[in-house]
């Protein structure tokens, strides 16, 4: 069984990244759209009707559609992924959303984020700043026997808790300061909480924070909003850890180099 | 080297000064206050901690020069990180962006901030030098009266209240970002470290709100504690000579 809403939406078109760009009202297309579709095949069903029309079809990242890679995100009705918690555009049901109910859909905005094309924006400031980090030490011959180094459960969990990041860039675009720490926090604690990832922890804190900077994210502010917008609820107490582990590579020689 | 210098070029080295400054600031102004409390005891117990302070050349250049150098530091790194910040969203939402959980006070930090630096200026030139008496003459001898007999006056005292609500939300975001910002963070302290930064920027902030008000309401300074302030001060000035 299955219900129908109609949508009023509006959706950022904009044909490349030097075009000005404007809300596209697509009310018309949006109609009779089904509550178990997600909000990616909601777009589907209204780029359908709109290739039927001749139209070009909305541009908008996607890969997994199940939560887990990364790719998809929109700012919808002023809150990036929508309103609901922990959760990936892609994995935004159209029960969330009232019949007749306004939808405002925008790419995540920031300097470092350019726009290509409508919802599509290019995120490759994220993988800067994580070839910014370098290598890690370990074995890659055969594999290591397991539990050959033991790490606490609550370290593992925690470090756990933060590899969870998928890089979508969600709290970039919540932050009012376009800063990406909680994405540098999350990807400096998976590593530096592990035994695996000393040797060249300070090094490469101070090597990735570098190269956020460069990236013009802006600074953080604790305003918390990122880990509000998170799909995976990545705690900002990553971020204090983050300072933490700065001012120890700043003040310290614990990164090899000389103070 | 590069570790110093990541400290005064990266975003968060440069957050890390605003926090440990803005520290030694909230700690100033908790002991001021907590010396100014002394208003609480009468004229001749608060010109003898005045006259204390002034005469412990150590202690006041000391912490003059240690404010002097924090608040400087402060201005100059938050508004090189307000300005970065400002910029790093060139194209801004077109449909505005939903604040989920941030609070008016940390949205209002670079305003409340300059505001702030307005009032410091203000109330140096008003109690320390030149010393302007806004309701009198402005005597070096006798701190007492020169506060309650401006204080006395509504528009003054409506000054420093608007500045010392504007300095409680200021730290009521800014003593919790700060541990934030030198990473003092812990799973098992940080609901007491919330509550304790939001406790002291209520003090600091009620506290230095009550001495105007008590004024005003002459609970400090009545009419005869001000001539008495004055006779001491006479009296100790004839003894001099
Ligand atoms: C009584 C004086 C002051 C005290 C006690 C104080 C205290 C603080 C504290 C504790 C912080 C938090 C630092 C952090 O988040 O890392 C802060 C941040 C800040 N302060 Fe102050 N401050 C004072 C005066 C000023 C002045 C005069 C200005 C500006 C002209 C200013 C502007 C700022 C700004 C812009 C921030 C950063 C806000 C943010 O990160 O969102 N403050 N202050
Ligand atoms: S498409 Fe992979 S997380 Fe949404």
């Given at each position: 069984?299955?219900?129908?809403?109609?949508?009023?939406?509006?959706?950022?078109?904009?044909?490349?990244?030097?075009?000005?760009?404007?809300?596209?009202?697509?009310?018309?297309?949006?109609?009779?759209?089904?509550?178990?579709?997600?909000?990616?095949?909601?777009?589907?069903?209204?780029?359908?009707?709109?290739?039927?029309?001749?139209?070009?079809?909305?541009?908008?990242?996607?890969?997994?559609?199940?939560?887990?890679?990364?790719?998809?995100?929109?700012?919808?009705?002023?809150?990036?992924?929508?309103?609901?918690?922990?959760?990936?555009?892609?994995?935004?049901?159209?029960?969330?959303?009232?019949?007749?109910?306004?939808?405002?859909?925008?790419?995540?905005?920031?300097?470092?984020?350019?726009?290509?094309?409508?919802?599509?924006?290019?995120?490759?400031?994220?993988?800067?700043?994580?070839?910014?980090?370098?290598?890690?030490?370990?074995?890659?011959?055969?594999?290591?026997?397991?539990?050959?180094?033991?790490?606490?459960?609550?370290?593992?969990?925690?470090?756990?808790?933060?590899?969870?990041?998928?890089?979508?860039?969600?709290?970039?675009?919540?932050?009012?300061?376009?800063?990406?720490?909680?994405?540098?926090?999350?990807?400096?604690?998976?590593?530096?909480?592990?035994?695996?990832?000393?040797?060249?922890?300070?090094?490469?804190?101070?090597?990735?924070?570098?190269?956020?900077?460069?990236?013009?994210?802006?600074?953080?502010?604790?305003?918390?909003?990122?880990?509000?917008?998170?799909?995976?609820?990545?705690?900002?107490?990553?971020?204090?850890?983050?300072?933490?582990?700065?001012?120890?590579?700043?003040?310290?020689?614990?990164?090899?180099?000389?103070? | 080297?590069?570790?110093?210098?990541?400290?005064?070029?990266?975003?968060?080295?440069?957050?890390?000064?605003?926090?440990?400054?803005?520290?030694i600031l909230?700690g100033f102004v908790i002991g001021h206050l907590t010396g100014n409390l002394i208003l609480?005891a009468?004229p001749e117990a608060y010109n003898a901690y005045a006259a204390a302070l002034k005469g412990n050349a150590p202690l006041l250049w000391g912490t003059r020069i240690t404010l002097l150098t924090s608040v400087?530091?402060?201005?100059?790194?938050?508004?090189?990180?307000?300005?970065?910040?400002?910029?790093?969203?060139?194209?801004?939402?077109?449909?505005?962006?939903?604040?989920?959980?941030?609070?008016?006070?940390?949205?209002?930090?670079?305003?409340?901030?300059?505001?702030?630096?307005?009032?410091?200026?203000?109330h140096l030139?008003?109690f320390t030098v030149?010393g302007?008496?806004?309701?009198?003459?402005?005597d070096p001898h006798n701190p007492y009266?020169n506060l309650?007999?401006?204080?006395?006056?509504?528009?003054?005292?409506?000054?420093?209240?608007?500045?010392?609500?504007?300095?409680?939300?200021?730290?009521?975001?800014?003593?919790?970002?700060?541990?934030?910002?030198?990473?003092?963070?812990?799973?098992?302290?940080?609901?007491?470290?919330?509550?304790?930064?939001?406790?002291?920027?209520?003090?600091?902030?009620?506290?230095?709100?009550?001495?105007?008000?008590?004024?005003?309401?002459?609970?400090?300074?009545?009419?005869?504690?001000?001539?008495?302030?004055?006779?001491l001060v006479?009296?100790e000035q004839?003894?001099e000579?």
């Open positions: 069984m299955s219900e129908t809403i109609d949508l009023k939406l509006h959706v950022w078109r904009q044909s490349g990244p030097k075009d000005k760009g404007a809300f596209a009202d697509y009310s018309k297309h949006a109609k009779g759209i089904s509550t178990h579709a997600s909000f990616l095949e909601m777009l589907d069903v209204v780029n359908e009707r709109l290739v039927a029309e001749g139209e070009a079809p909305i541009a908008f990242d996607h890969d997994c559609r199940e939560g887990i890679c990364g790719m998809c995100g929109a700012v919808i009705n002023g809150v990036p992924h929508g309103h609901r918690k922990q959760t990936t555009t892609c994995q935004l049901h159209m029960r969330e959303f009232q019949n007749n109910a306004e939808v405002y859909v925008e790419p995540f905005r920031a300097g470092s984020f350019p726009i290509i094309q409508d919802l599509v924006v290019d995120r490759s400031s994220f993988d800067t700043i994580i070839q910014a980090g370098g290598y890690v030490s370990v074995r890659t011959g055969s594999a290591p026997d397991a539990n050959e180094i033991p790490i606490p459960k609550q370290i593992s969990d925690r470090a756990m808790d933060a590899a969870q990041c998928i890089g979508c860039g969600a709290c970039v675009a919540a932050c009012p300061n376009a800063s990406a720490s909680l994405f540098l926090s999350a990807k400096l604690a998976h590593l530096n909480l592990l035994p695996q990832g000393q040797p060249e922890r300070y090094r490469r804190t101070r090597q990735m924070v570098l190269a956020h900077d460069q990236a013009g994210f802006g600074g953080c502010t604790n305003h918390r909003e990122c880990e509000a917008a998170c799909p995976k609820g990545i705690s900002t107490d990553f971020i204090a850890r983050m300072n933490r582990d700065v001012l120890v590579a700043s003040l310290t020689d614990k990164d090899g180099e000389l103070i | 080297m590069q570790g110093v210098l990541t400290l005064t070029r990266s975003t968060i080295g440069q957050k890390a000064i605003v926090a440990v400054t803005g520290v909230f609480l009468g400087i530091l402060h201005i100059v790194f938050t508004m090189q990180l307000a300005k970065r910040n400002a910029s790093a969203r060139p194209n801004a939402y077109q449909k505005p962006r939903k604040d989920l959980v941030t609070t008016y006070a940390a949205r209002s930090m670079v305003l409340t901030g300059p505001l702030l630096a307005a009032f410091i200026a203000f030139a008003h030149p302007i008496g806004i309701n009198g003459v402005f009266a309650v007999q401006d204080f006395r006056v509504w528009y003054v005292s409506a000054i420093y209240i608007f500045a010392n609500i504007l300095l409680g939300l200021h730290l009521w975001h800014g003593g919790w970002s700060a541990a934030q910002s030198i990473g003092a963070q812990h799973p098992k302290y940080d609901a007491l470290k919330m509550r304790l930064a939001a406790g002291l920027a209520l003090f600091v902030a009620c506290g230095n709100v009550f001495i105007p008000i008590a004024v005003q309401t002459h609970i400090i300074g009545s009419s005869e504690q001000l001539a008495e302030s004055r006779a006479a009296a004839a003894e000579e």
